[in-house]
């Protein structure tokens, strides 16, 4: 027998963590975070930075840092500062994360600690249920133990468990684990919507009275009931990610004006697609999304995740009595673009957006009759108002050819307030009309600023992707058509290559076979494609193909882990495109960046967050959008997009950083930052 002497403070935690924690299923002391093994490596973001683990139960400073709750309040018990920048704090001013911060925490994927029973993934708010109720390794474990508490009956009936038995006894690994349960992950993370029973924390009191200008970042679940007439017409919107991106989730990158979902008005760009007709889409690949979302039918239900801006605790009260508010769709049809609505739009002094505050007499809106003062509008033409301003609104509808869709919220009985004035006359910026002309402020002038990307912020392809590139040359009949139709172009809005839409049965090109729908032209003859528009592409491919000779360069993009989804939509002159993730293979030195330049006060935030950059087991991704959050700076300039890439941050080019390094470049910027991004049309559903 071997002799060991005790160490009392050894055999007190072997006390308290002798069992496997019945939530995660590893050894560890009870007031001690869950351990988890998580299937990939977890973004900084997510990461608390006293423990260095993925959160749990996450909390809040007021300065912006996150941490876990147990993790804060250990280390506020003694100090009164952030252990990030140090500024003073105190526990009660804390609050805990957004929804969509504890969903991502939830969402993420963790290996079943019993590996040898049991190999299942699962998200980690499912791990719980799963060894409850699911899980072999659990139930064995709970057997053994069963009859470790009860020797006299069970003892003798299973003499093989002999040596599990005494693994569980052996005092010298207090934290460690059996034979049957897997190491212990160095990550621990759990995110609760309540504090653990027995905890008492007021930051996580919905009721919670105290500092009532307190902000947080709000967001909701919401299931949306589409219907169409024609089952098989488009919904109307571009989307961006999908698990073989950075960006993981599904996002709506834009929703095209006189669409199904414009018309619909309650998805905006930003949204999170969770659920399409029942089927969770929240870890499916681009492609798999695409084919859901394309599906054709009468009714289409979506569960979206959308943000609603940072809200003060006493408008998340005042939201309390939104159960009395009514939302309105309402239509109206101009007979040309510079018809008048007659309607006057301005901006309150005491809540966000923007509101109607008078209908003219014999205007188009009043003789509809649907639309009253004091409506708060929601959108128009899919295009989210929420934190918008009434010269926004006055654009949409000026530059909109007939339908115009209106979203409002209604409040019966609640009477305007003043207007901001902005020390200047009812007819500035704070109140526009819509009475055929511009605001009567200067419109802001388009940003021209694309240019070629410099070498220097050049990249290698990611992973997964080849571009070949191929010189055709055919022989033909001078009178003979090339039988491509193309798309793209440098004056594009997001300034694209050319590229073939469509390969006819008829014509040269689809007798050689070589040429691809998809394929990008770099030149025909000689003469370089790729920097002109659409047009000078047209002219050059039509003055070329009258020769008895024609050699075109070209371009094919190829995905080693996707293929485009068989079901297309129905093709109607050039509205074949490319997916969005097609578009990320493209070489380097055929991007257009764009600059982009952001100010705001200095106790605001930016307002978006990024994924992507180095990580060991993938090496280089490039940096996305992943959520722009209403009512802040990047909301507000209306340039920056779900799914864009950045390229640099004030000129210093972001290709081979980490997260890690990038998010505090980004966080020191005070008042301003300049950046260069490129920007790729989400895929069409």
Known sequence: ???????PVAEEHVSQASELCCECGQFHLLLDNHLYNFQDEVDDEL?????????????????????????????????NFCPMDRKKLSFQQCHKSSLLVRNLLDKLIVFCPFKAECQQTMQRCELEAHLQNRCPGFKKYRSELQRKKNPISKGKEDPPTKVETNTLKDPEVP??????????SAAAVVSLGTAEPGLVNPAFEETEEDLPQRTSLVAETTTIEIHREDPEEELGMRIVGGKDTPLGNIVVQEVLRDSVIAADGRIAPGDHILEVNGVNISSVTHCQAVSFLRHPGPVLHLMVLQEKGFSSKTAQQDSTSATN????????????????????????????????LDLLEGGLAAKNGKLSRNDRVLSINGQDLRQGTPEAAAQIIQTTESRVNFVVLRQ????????????????????????????????????????????????????GYISHEKTVAIKKEPKESLGITIGGGRDNKNKLPIYVTSVQPIGCLFRDGRIKRGDVLLSINGIDLTHLNYYEAVSALKSNAASHSVILKALEILSLNSTEPSLDIKEQGFSWSPLWITWLGLPSYLHCCQDIVLSKGNLESWGFSIVGGFEESKGNQPFFIKTIVPGTPAFRDRKLKCGDEIVAVNGVPAIGMSNSELIPMLKEQRNKVTLTVVSWPGSLV
Not at 61 to 68: E, I, V
Not at 345 to 353: F, M, N, Q
Not at 437 to 451: A, E, F, I, K, M
């Open 1 to 7: 027998m071997l002799a060991i002497m005790a160490d």
């Open 47 to 79: 990461i608390c930075h006293i423990c260095l683990q993925p959160l749990l139960q996450p909390m809040d400073t007021p300065c912006g840092h996150t941490y876990c709750f147990k993790c804060l309040e250990n280390f506020m018990q003694e100090y």
């Open 175 to 184: 934290s460690g684990g059996s034979s049957l349960v897997a190491e212990s």
């Open 325 to 356: 508010r009514e939302v309105i769709h309402v239509t109206l049809i101009k007979r040309d673009r510079s018809e008048p609505l007659g309607i006057k739009l301005i901006r309150k002094t005491d809540e966000a957006g923007i509101f109607i």
């Open 412 to 463: 019966p009985g609640v009477q305007l307030s003043d207007p901001v004035e902005d020390g200047s006359t009812s007819n500035n910026s704070s109140s526009s009309s819509s009475n055929g002309g511009s605001p009567v402020h200067h419109r802001r002038r388009l940003d021209q600023n694309h240019y070629r990307r410099k070498s220097n912020y050049q990249k290698d392809l990611p992973q």
